[in-house]
């Protein structure tokens, strides 16, 4: 069974800076968008940041500039690099990934279990 899992979260002064990671367990056959998302306390859960296998990039209008996704390939593994963090950013953020399995059958859509980043002085 694949599955995600998110690392890298926690408390941050506003104006720092935190890289969360996204590593992927288990065997699949490919894998193609993965993303970030965060929900905030009484919030939908919405997009952050997205990358294709070939490397394109969407970013939500809050973070452009601030945030940087990237992905190592080789190792199946998502970053997201946060910069000039705002408290507006404190939320739980959750890594999404798109894997088509050892069948070869359709793809489907991952969740990891989410990591909580908090900014606040």
């Known amino acids: 069974q694949v599955q995600l899992v998110e690392s890298g979260g926690g408390l941050v002064q506003p104006g720092g800076s935190l890289r969360l990671s996204c590593a992927t367990s288990g065997s699949f056959f490919s894998m193609s968008t993965m993303g970030w998302y965060r929900q905030a306390p009484g919030k939908q859960r919405e997009l952050v940041a997205v990358i294709t296998s070939g490397g394109s990039t969407n970013y939500a209008d809050s973070v452009k500039g601030r945030f940087t996704i990237s992905r190592a390939n080789a190792k199946n593994t998502v970053y997201l690099q946060m910069n000039s963090l705002k408290p507006e950013d404190t939320a739980v953020y959750y890594c999404?990934?798109?894997?088509?399995?050892?069948?070869?059958?359709?793809?489907?859509?991952?969740w990891g279990q989410g990591t909580l980043v908090t900014v606040s002085s």
């Open positions: 999404n990934a798109h894997v088509q399995p050892l069948t070869r059958d359709r793809y489907l859509e991952l």
